[in-house]
Protein backbone atom coordinates (compact mmCIF):
# COMPACT_ATOMS: atom_id res chain seq x y z
CA UNK A 1 0.00 0.00 0.00
CA UNK A 2 1.71 3.21 -1.28
CA UNK A 3 1.53 6.49 0.77
CA UNK A 4 -0.31 8.49 -1.51
CA UNK A 5 -3.80 6.70 -1.64
CA UNK A 6 -6.57 9.05 -3.53
CA UNK A 7 -7.34 12.16 -2.00
CA UNK A 8 -10.32 12.71 -0.02
CA UNK A 9 -12.73 15.51 -1.34
CA UNK A 10 -12.40 18.18 1.30
CA UNK A 11 -9.63 19.76 2.70
CA UNK A 12 -9.28 21.49 6.85
CA UNK A 13 -8.25 25.08 5.68
CA UNK A 14 -7.73 26.98 8.73
CA UNK A 15 -10.46 29.41 7.69
CA UNK A 16 -12.06 31.08 11.32
CA UNK A 17 -11.85 27.71 12.50
CA UNK A 18 -13.66 25.50 10.12
CA UNK A 19 -12.93 23.46 7.08
CA UNK A 20 -13.72 24.70 3.90
CA UNK A 21 -14.12 22.41 0.88
CA UNK A 22 -11.50 21.90 -1.73
CA UNK A 23 -11.63 19.69 -4.98
CA UNK A 24 -9.67 17.15 -5.36
CA UNK A 25 -6.70 16.63 -8.36
CA UNK A 26 -7.04 14.42 -11.33
CA UNK A 27 -4.50 12.19 -9.76
CA UNK A 28 -3.24 12.02 -6.13
CA UNK A 29 0.12 13.34 -7.20
CA UNK A 30 -0.76 15.52 -10.38
CA UNK A 31 -0.40 19.47 -9.00
CA UNK A 32 2.01 21.73 -10.95
CA UNK A 33 4.06 23.80 -8.89
CA UNK A 34 3.95 27.80 -9.68
CA UNK A 35 6.64 29.43 -11.37
CA UNK A 36 8.08 30.65 -8.52
CA UNK A 37 8.64 27.10 -6.59
CA UNK A 38 11.76 26.12 -5.57
CA UNK A 39 13.17 23.69 -7.60
CA UNK A 40 16.83 22.90 -6.15
CA UNK A 41 16.70 20.17 -3.11
CA UNK A 42 18.31 22.52 -1.12
CA UNK A 43 15.51 24.82 -1.89
CA UNK A 44 13.00 22.48 -1.42
CA UNK A 45 14.03 20.71 2.18
CA UNK A 46 14.22 24.68 3.58
CA UNK A 47 10.63 25.25 2.07
CA UNK A 48 9.29 22.02 3.53
CA UNK A 49 11.16 22.99 7.18
CA UNK A 50 9.77 26.33 7.26
CA UNK A 51 6.15 26.86 4.89
CA UNK A 52 3.43 27.23 7.20
CA UNK A 53 0.53 24.64 6.54
CA UNK A 54 -2.40 26.34 5.41
CA UNK A 55 -4.57 23.76 4.67
CA UNK A 56 -4.85 19.81 5.33
CA UNK A 57 -6.60 17.11 3.22
CA UNK A 58 -7.18 13.20 4.44
CA UNK A 59 -5.72 10.87 1.94
CA UNK A 60 -6.84 7.31 3.05
CA UNK A 61 -8.56 6.53 6.58
CA UNK A 62 -6.64 6.30 9.53
CA UNK A 63 -5.44 8.10 12.10
CA UNK A 64 -1.76 7.13 11.55
CA UNK A 65 -1.76 7.15 7.89
CA UNK A 66 -0.26 10.18 6.11
CA UNK A 67 -1.93 13.58 5.05
CA UNK A 68 -1.57 16.03 2.64
CA UNK A 69 -0.72 19.31 3.56
CA UNK A 70 -0.52 23.33 1.33
CA UNK A 71 2.52 24.87 2.57
CA UNK A 72 3.11 28.67 2.37
CA UNK A 73 6.45 30.42 2.48
CA UNK A 74 4.93 33.94 2.00
CA UNK A 75 6.35 33.71 -1.56
CA UNK A 76 5.31 30.60 -2.98
CA UNK A 77 3.22 27.43 -2.21
CA UNK A 78 3.35 24.03 -2.96
CA UNK A 79 1.69 20.51 -1.15
CA UNK A 80 3.47 18.22 0.60
CA UNK A 81 2.41 14.93 2.37
CA UNK A 82 2.69 14.18 6.35
CA UNK A 83 3.84 11.22 7.89
CA UNK A 84 4.03 11.04 11.94
CA UNK A 85 3.93 6.73 12.64
CA UNK A 86 7.30 5.62 14.11
CA UNK A 87 6.68 2.29 14.59
CA UNK A 88 10.37 -0.32 14.17
CA UNK A 89 7.86 -3.50 13.80
CA UNK A 90 8.44 -4.27 10.33
CA UNK A 91 4.60 -4.63 9.44
CA UNK A 92 4.29 -1.09 10.55
CA UNK A 93 4.91 2.13 9.15
CA UNK A 94 7.99 4.34 10.21
CA UNK A 95 8.13 8.05 8.89
CA UNK A 96 11.83 7.84 9.84
CA UNK A 97 12.60 5.55 6.87
CA UNK A 98 11.03 8.13 4.21
CA UNK A 99 13.71 10.62 5.39
CA UNK A 100 16.46 7.86 5.48
CA UNK A 101 15.67 7.47 1.63
CA UNK A 102 15.69 10.33 0.55
CA UNK A 103 18.93 11.13 2.17
CA UNK A 104 20.36 7.69 0.67
CA UNK A 105 19.02 8.91 -2.77
CA UNK A 106 20.70 12.14 -2.05
CA UNK A 107 24.44 10.38 -1.34
CA UNK A 108 23.77 8.67 -4.45
CA UNK A 109 22.72 10.97 -6.51
CA UNK A 110 20.03 9.28 -8.23
CA UNK A 111 17.26 11.84 -8.07
CA UNK A 112 14.78 9.22 -7.90
CA UNK A 113 13.27 10.21 -4.36
CA UNK A 114 10.68 13.39 -3.24
CA UNK A 115 12.79 15.29 -0.83
CA UNK A 116 11.98 14.17 2.72
CA UNK A 117 12.13 16.67 6.26
CA UNK A 118 12.11 15.93 9.72
CA UNK A 119 9.34 18.67 11.17
CA UNK A 120 7.15 18.77 14.19
CA UNK A 121 3.36 18.82 12.95
CA UNK A 122 0.72 19.05 15.04
CA UNK A 123 3.10 18.74 18.07
CA UNK A 124 4.67 15.17 16.59
CA UNK A 125 7.64 14.47 14.85
CA UNK A 126 7.05 13.60 11.23
CA UNK A 127 8.49 13.62 7.91
CA UNK A 128 7.30 15.99 5.65
CA UNK A 129 7.78 15.26 2.35
CA UNK A 130 7.61 16.94 -1.63
CA UNK A 131 4.50 16.92 -3.42
CA UNK A 132 5.00 15.36 -7.25
CA UNK A 133 4.22 17.35 -9.93
CA UNK A 134 3.28 16.22 -13.01
CA UNK A 135 2.45 12.67 -12.91
CA UNK A 136 1.15 10.98 -15.96
CA UNK A 137 0.66 7.72 -14.02
CA UNK A 138 1.80 5.38 -11.93
CA UNK A 139 3.49 2.23 -12.88
CA UNK A 140 0.76 -0.08 -11.62
CA UNK A 141 -1.79 1.64 -13.95
CA UNK A 142 1.18 1.38 -16.92
CA UNK A 143 1.27 -2.26 -16.24
CA UNK A 144 -2.75 -2.78 -16.11
CA UNK A 145 -3.04 -0.85 -19.14
CA UNK A 146 -0.13 -2.32 -20.93
CA UNK A 147 0.82 1.32 -21.88
CA UNK A 148 5.13 0.74 -23.33
CA UNK A 149 7.15 3.46 -22.90
CA UNK A 150 8.05 6.03 -25.52
CA UNK A 151 11.61 5.07 -25.02
CA UNK A 152 11.98 1.13 -23.66
CA UNK A 153 16.12 1.02 -23.37
CA UNK A 154 16.15 4.22 -21.06
CA UNK A 155 12.83 3.48 -19.53
CA UNK A 156 14.46 -0.22 -18.80
CA UNK A 157 17.74 1.73 -17.23
CA UNK A 158 15.42 4.00 -14.76
CA UNK A 159 14.03 0.87 -13.80
CA UNK A 160 17.14 -0.88 -12.91
CA UNK A 161 18.64 1.68 -10.90
CA UNK A 162 15.20 1.58 -8.86
CA UNK A 163 16.40 -1.97 -8.70
CA UNK A 164 19.40 -1.44 -7.49
CA UNK A 165 17.83 1.13 -4.97
CA UNK A 166 15.13 -1.07 -3.40
CA UNK A 167 17.51 -3.88 -2.71
CA UNK A 168 19.41 -1.43 -0.90
CA UNK A 169 16.98 -0.28 1.13
CA UNK A 170 15.83 -4.12 1.72
CA UNK A 171 12.28 -2.47 0.35
CA UNK A 172 9.20 -4.36 1.53
CA UNK A 173 6.93 -3.06 -1.49
CA UNK A 174 7.90 -2.81 -5.36
CA UNK A 175 8.04 -6.89 -5.53
CA UNK A 176 9.71 -8.71 -8.18
CA UNK A 177 8.13 -11.92 -8.58
CA UNK A 178 5.78 -12.60 -11.08
CA UNK A 179 2.75 -12.73 -8.59
CA UNK A 180 3.24 -9.11 -7.77
CA UNK A 181 3.51 -7.45 -11.46
CA UNK A 182 -0.21 -6.15 -10.79
CA UNK A 183 0.10 -6.07 -6.76
CA UNK A 184 -1.08 -2.52 -5.75
CA UNK A 185 2.97 -2.01 -3.91
CA UNK A 186 3.49 -0.66 -7.43
CA UNK A 187 1.72 2.20 -6.93
CA UNK A 188 4.28 4.17 -5.71
CA UNK A 189 5.88 4.54 -8.80
CA UNK A 190 4.90 7.15 -10.15
CA UNK A 191 6.02 8.22 -13.81
CA UNK A 192 5.65 11.87 -14.87
CA UNK A 193 4.28 13.39 -18.17
CA UNK A 194 8.60 12.95 -19.32
CA UNK A 195 8.50 9.68 -18.31
CA UNK A 196 10.48 9.92 -15.48
CA UNK A 197 10.77 7.91 -12.52
CA UNK A 198 9.55 9.25 -9.24
CA UNK A 199 9.70 7.06 -5.97
CA UNK A 200 7.46 7.83 -3.10
CA UNK A 201 6.65 5.89 0.22
CA UNK A 202 9.43 4.55 1.92
CA UNK A 203 7.59 3.81 5.64
CA UNK A 204 8.10 -0.19 4.74
CA UNK A 205 12.03 0.14 3.93
CA UNK A 206 15.52 -0.74 5.70
CA UNK A 207 14.96 -4.23 7.02
CA UNK A 208 17.52 -5.77 8.76
CA UNK A 209 17.97 -8.60 6.04
CA UNK A 210 21.79 -8.99 4.98
CA UNK A 211 21.55 -10.58 2.06
CA UNK A 212 19.61 -9.71 -1.34
CA UNK A 213 16.13 -10.47 -1.70
CA UNK A 214 16.45 -10.98 -5.61
CA UNK A 215 20.14 -10.80 -6.60
CA UNK A 216 19.41 -12.18 -10.26
CA UNK A 217 17.48 -9.17 -10.87
CA UNK A 218 20.51 -7.02 -10.91
CA UNK A 219 21.73 -7.18 -14.26
CA UNK A 220 22.86 -3.92 -15.36
CA UNK A 221 23.84 -1.10 -13.43
CA UNK A 222 24.28 2.65 -14.19
CA UNK A 223 28.06 3.27 -14.07
CA UNK A 224 28.03 6.38 -12.06
CA UNK A 225 25.52 4.71 -9.18
CA UNK A 226 27.90 1.53 -9.28
CA UNK A 227 31.13 3.75 -7.99
CA UNK A 228 28.98 5.48 -5.21
CA UNK A 229 28.18 2.79 -4.04
CA UNK A 230 32.18 1.70 -3.79
CA UNK A 231 32.43 4.82 -2.05
CA UNK A 232 29.71 4.33 0.64
CA UNK A 233 31.29 2.66 3.52
CA UNK A 234 29.69 2.00 7.33
CA UNK A 235 31.20 5.40 8.77
CA UNK A 236 29.65 7.59 5.95
CA UNK A 237 26.36 5.85 6.00
CA UNK A 238 26.13 6.19 9.78
CA UNK A 239 26.75 10.01 9.40
CA UNK A 240 24.19 10.91 7.05
CA UNK A 241 21.39 8.08 8.40
CA UNK A 242 22.63 7.85 12.12
CA UNK A 243 19.60 9.81 12.80
CA UNK A 244 16.81 7.75 11.48
CA UNK A 245 17.92 4.12 11.06
CA UNK A 246 19.15 1.95 14.31
CA UNK A 247 22.69 0.46 14.38
CA UNK A 248 21.32 -2.75 13.24
CA UNK A 249 19.14 -1.21 10.06
CA UNK A 250 22.95 0.50 9.01
CA UNK A 251 24.95 -2.78 9.60
CA UNK A 252 22.49 -4.21 7.06
CA UNK A 253 22.29 -1.60 4.88
CA UNK A 254 26.50 -2.01 4.64
CA UNK A 255 26.02 -5.58 4.05
CA UNK A 256 23.93 -5.45 1.11
CA UNK A 257 25.40 -2.28 -0.45
CA UNK A 258 29.02 -4.81 -0.03
CA UNK A 259 27.07 -7.59 -1.42
CA UNK A 260 25.73 -5.73 -4.49
CA UNK A 261 28.76 -3.91 -5.03
CA UNK A 262 30.03 -7.62 -5.28
CA UNK A 263 27.00 -9.02 -7.56
CA UNK A 264 28.19 -6.28 -10.07
CA UNK A 265 31.78 -7.03 -9.87
CA UNK A 266 31.26 -10.98 -10.67
CA UNK A 267 29.17 -9.82 -13.66
CA UNK A 268 31.90 -7.35 -14.93
CA UNK A 269 34.36 -9.70 -15.18
CA UNK A 270 32.25 -12.53 -16.70
CA UNK A 271 30.19 -10.29 -19.11
CA UNK A 272 32.65 -7.36 -19.72
CA UNK A 273 31.45 -4.18 -18.65
CA UNK A 274 29.79 -2.84 -21.87
CA UNK A 275 27.02 -5.52 -21.00
CA UNK A 276 26.54 -4.16 -17.42
CA UNK A 277 27.35 -0.48 -16.87
CA UNK A 278 25.38 1.90 -18.78
CA UNK A 279 24.91 5.92 -18.25
CA UNK A 280 21.90 7.66 -16.91
CA UNK A 281 21.02 11.57 -18.19
CA UNK A 282 21.53 13.76 -15.44
CA UNK A 283 17.99 13.77 -13.46
CA UNK A 284 17.12 17.48 -11.40
Not at 124 to 144: F, H, K
Not at 180 to 207: A, E, K, M
Not at 245 to 254: F, H, I, K, R, V
Request: contains cysteine.
Amino acid sequence: MRAFAAPALLAAACVVGRAVPLPAPAHPQDLRAAPSAPVTRAEREAFLSGANIVGEAELSSGARQPWRVSLDDGKRKHDATVQTSTSRDRSERDYRHNIAAYELDKALELNLVSPSVERTVNGQPAAVTWWVDDVLMDELTRRRQKIEPPDLEGWNRQVQAVRVFDELMANAYRKVSPASYLSTVWDNLLITRGWRIRLIDHTRTFGTARELENPESLTRCDRTLLNRLRQLNAGALKQQLGRYLTSEQLDALETRRALIVKCFDEQIASRGESAVLYDLPARQ
